[in-house]
């Protein structure tokens, strides 16, 4: 099992970002210990502005300009040290490709981070779709709003047995 940890990065956890998740200090901790517990298994993802938007993205840059900034801008640093873990930068809400496929394989994988109703969301779905066993750690996970991590977990539930929803204390303590 590979525990995938979606965007842990200040432009999320920062409460003044206009994309900062509300309870992400909450699941934060939940995160740490799993990214413990994981040791050796672990993936960062990175969510970083295109050099160029181009497409649907023009205007949604237009509306976060404030998010167009290089990859090694401050706003886009992990919250915590990856190690020596893979850190996978995409320009693009999901990060399951072929980059993450080749570390993750058969799966299973494990999802952990934010925010669920977008980054979270758009990985689980088409690694499901490609036939990888997924589980969401729901408290290890922050949206946009409550309503909204509520909406995406509800949501991804809808594919089980592809993707399953579970807590930190029942991974953990399957270990």
């Given at each position: 099992?590979?525990?995938?940890?979606?965007?842990?990065?200040?432009?999320?956890?920062?409460?003044?970002?206009?994309?900062?998740?509300?309870?992400?200090?909450?699941?934060?901790?939940?995160?740490?210990?799993?990214?413990?517990?994981?040791?050796?298994?672990?993936?960062?993802?990175?969510?970083?502005?295109?050099?160029?938007?181009?497409?649907?993205?023009?205007?949604?840059?237009?509306?976060?300009?404030?998010?167009?900034?290089?990859?090694?801008?401050?706003?886009?640093?992990?919250?915590?040290?990856?190690?020596?873990?893979?850190?996978?930068?995409?320009?693009?809400?999901?990060?399951?490709?072929?980059?993450?496929?080749?570390?993750?394989?058969?799966?299973?994988?494990?999802?952990?981070?934010?925010?669920?109703?977008?980054?979270?969301?758009?990985?689980?779905?088409?690694?499901?779709d490609a036939g990888v066993?997924?589980?969401?750690?729901?408290?290890?996970?922050?949206?946009?709003?409550?309503?909204?991590?509520?909406?995406?977990?509800?949501?991804?539930?809808?594919?089980?047995p592809l993707i399953t929803?579970?807590?930190?204390?029942?991974?953990?303590?399957?270990?």
């Amino acid at each position: 099992m590979t525990l995938c940890v979606i965007d842990v990065q200040h432009v999320f956890a920062d409460r003044d970002s206009p994309w900062g998740a509300p309870r992400f200090a909450e699941v934060h901790p939940a995160i740490r210990r799993l990214t413990a517990a994981f040791a050796g298994r672990v993936v960062h993802t990175r969510f970083v502005a295109p050099a160029t938007p181009t497409g649907a993205w023009v205007p949604y840059y237009e509306q976060f300009p404030f998010a167009l900034r290089p990859p090694d801008a401050p706003l886009y640093a992990l919250v915590d040290d990856p190690g020596d873990a893979p850190v996978l930068d995409a320009t693009t809400f999901g990060k399951w490709g072929p980059d993450l496929a080749a570390l993750v394989g058969e799966g299973p994988l494990l999802l952990a981070g934010v925010s669920t109703d977008c980054c979270v969301l758009s990985t689980a779905l088409p690694a499901a779709d490609a036939g990888v066993p997924v589980q969401v750690v729901t408290d290890a996970c922050a949206g946009a709003s409550d309503a909204d991590h509520d909406r995406a977990l509800a949501a991804m539930a809808l594919y089980a047995p592809l993707i399953t929803l579970t807590t930190s204390d029942v991974v953990l303590a399957g270990r």
